[in-house]
């Protein structure tokens, strides 16, 4: 049995003093934490309801088998350059199609029809109840307002709640644009919690039975009533019970682990070169908690490429810095840095062993690393960092535990085939992001790379053949049944020879009977560039559930 292992064997035995390194997180006086609060917010975090695609959950972007940062690949930012492929792309979080409130896409900038990705890398929620202000420039103050109405609700202490307000009713990450917190909560009542999800741990599905949302708010506030003000107090209590305390390194704090020659090696290494910045890993944070609230500038990227911290002080010698991260669970959380330009903790201890890349404006704690990493000691410091794991993150356990998002299932939407070239060269690309759960009034399918201001046709069927038929040219992979529809008639927007756009909200009829069918589709566009004046999309499937 490894040595991790046999820590999550004998995690029952040591709940009592292993609960003792680190106090609870402090409470703002006006949202104190109960269990029922604490699993309200665990369902609300949880669930991709809480976006207007039904495609992303607060947990979609912090996932704590990667330490509460995103694990899903492909999502790349272009950078301040606005170029894909160059040095300064960033590795972020993917989020949603620009859309407007009826669903269809109104392209962004950058992402065109595709789903946008965030600017910077998704910090961990784990621990943050024992921060101040959150995020990597650390917007979200301990003050907390109201969304609705601005008013002052928490005075002090409510980061995570100030945090919680954002992300839901942005249009990059989880909303429509124009989204409000009005609408999320006139919204929310009448849902079934989770009823994406699956897996749900079952604590949470008992806490949750057969109850809607509104049934639930009040049974944990003692009174009706969906506020954002309430929902906003659920998801922090539930990140305030996201305590980290059980690595390796924690349970040596207490005497309930020793940790190897090496791990020990490095962890002086750590405590010589790294821990004036990385307080929240010193002895002395038992009384406090890993309390983390610095903000410097390491040499990253040039700081003009993204002000972090200068942002929210307007102080310009506060150009290029960025939140210090807690330690906790680092080796899940790869990339790392808000940019997540390093691939693996020994790439991070490279960039700090010769001085980070960029100088202006840089911390100059920095220049006392270079040199002092030998070969071996780096190999220490990467051993004594893995010790900072708790191997409830790592493997789901309490308070860690999860459901499963519909996101991460087979049932995500699939598309297949190969289209027929058109307009610059290129065949229309069909998208579908959403879930096909039965009753969806608005499942949004999409196609770009046509040319704007054309005539698209979408068909969808039951059926669908993997191997096309040729048809005028064209390779059509739905045309093979009676069940046949022409679900939508649309012009497309946008501008270029191939930059048009265009997606169709469809109705899927709230009939149980459809439920593990699957909604083949593919468009047809009016383009004299393409065989016969068309120009045909690859195809796409959808799970109905």
């Known amino acids: 049995m490894t040595p991790l292992l046999r820590l999550v064997a004998l995690a029952p035995l040591a709940v009592g003093l292993a609960a003792q390194v680190f106090p609870p997180p402090p409470e703002p006086a006006g949202n104190p934490s109960t269990p029922g609060k604490i699993a309200l917010g665990k369902a609300l975090f949880w669930d991709e309801q809480l976006s207007s ?93 109201d969304p609705i109405t601005n008013q002052v609700v928490l005075p002090s202490g409510g980061g995570l709640e100030s945090q919680a307000a954002l992300p839901p009713v942005d249009a990059g990450e989880m909303s429509h644009i124009g989204r409000t917190w009005s609408d999320i909560a006139a919204e929310l009542p009448t849902l079934t919690p989770l009823a994406l999800a699956t897996n749900v741990p079952a604590a949470l599905q008992s806490f949750v039975g057969s109850s809607d949302y509104g049934q639930l708010f009040q049974q944990v506030f003692g009174s009706p009533g969906v506020t954002p003000q309430r929902i906003l107090f659920a998801i922090a209590a539930y990140e305030r019970a996201l305590v980290s305390d059980r690595s390796p390194f924690d349970l040596a704090l207490i005497g309930q682990h020793s940790l190897t ?10 405590n010589a070169l790294c821990a004036t910045c990385h307080t929240d890993v010193l002895n002395g944070v038992l009384a406090n908690g890993p309390v983390l609230n ?126 027929t070239a058109g307009s610059g060269g290129l065949a229309p690309r069909a998208s579908a992001w959403q879930p096909g759960y039965v009753g969806n009034p608005r499942l949004v399918i999409g196609v770009d790379q046509a040319p704007p201001g054309t005539l698209t046709f979408l068909v969808t069927d039951l059926f669908a053949n993997t191997t096309p038929t040729i048809l005028l040219g064209h390779n059509v992979y739905v045309a093979q049944s009676p069940a046949l529809i022409t679900a939508g008639i649309g012009l497309t927007l946008g501008s270029g020879p191939a930059g048009g756009y265009l997606s169709l909200p469809i109705a899927v009829p709230n009939d149980p009977g459809l439920a593990g069918a699957t909604l083949f589709g593919q468009w047809l566009v009016v383009d004299p560039a393409g065989p016969f004046g068309f120009a045909s999309s690859d195809a796409f499937g959808v799970s109905l559930f």
């Open 53 to 145: 695609t039904r495609t992303m959950a607060c947990g979609t972007c912090h996932r704590w088998d990667n330490g509460g940062s995103d694990p899903r690949p492909g999502s790349t930012h272009p950078g301040f350059d606005g170029v894909f492929g160059t040095a300064d792309d960033v590795h972020g979080s993917f989020g949603v199609v620009r859309h407007d409130q009826t669903g269809r896409y109104t392209a962004s900038v950058l992402f065109g029809a595709d789903r946008q990705v965030t600017r910077r890398r998704a910090p961990s929620p784990i621990n943050s109840g024992y921060l101040a202000e959150l995020f990597w420039d650390g917007r979200a103050g301990a003050t907390f307002r």
């Open 261 to 270: 020659t090496q791990e020990n090696l490095g962890r002086q290494t750590f």
């Open 294 to 419: 610095d903000f410097r500038n390491v040499g990253v990227r040039p700081y003009g490429e993204d002000n972090g911290r200068a942002a929210v002080t307007q102080n310009v010698l506060d150009s290029g810095k960025f939140k210090v991260p807690g330690l906790r669970n680092v080796e899940l959380r790869a990339p790392y840095f808000h940019n997540g330009s390093q691939a693996t903790l020994a790439d991070v201890i490279e960039f700090y062993g010769r001085g980070g890349d960029f100088h202006v404006n840089q911390d100059p704690l920095i220049f006392n690393i270079i040199g002092a990493l030998s070969p071996s000691s780096k190999l220490d410091l990467e051993a004594f960092l893995r010790t900072l794991t708790d191997p409830r993150v790592q493997n789901g356990l309490p308070p860690f535990d999860r459901p499963t998002l519909w996101s991460e299932t087979q049932g995500l939407p699939q598309t297949f085939g190969t289209g």
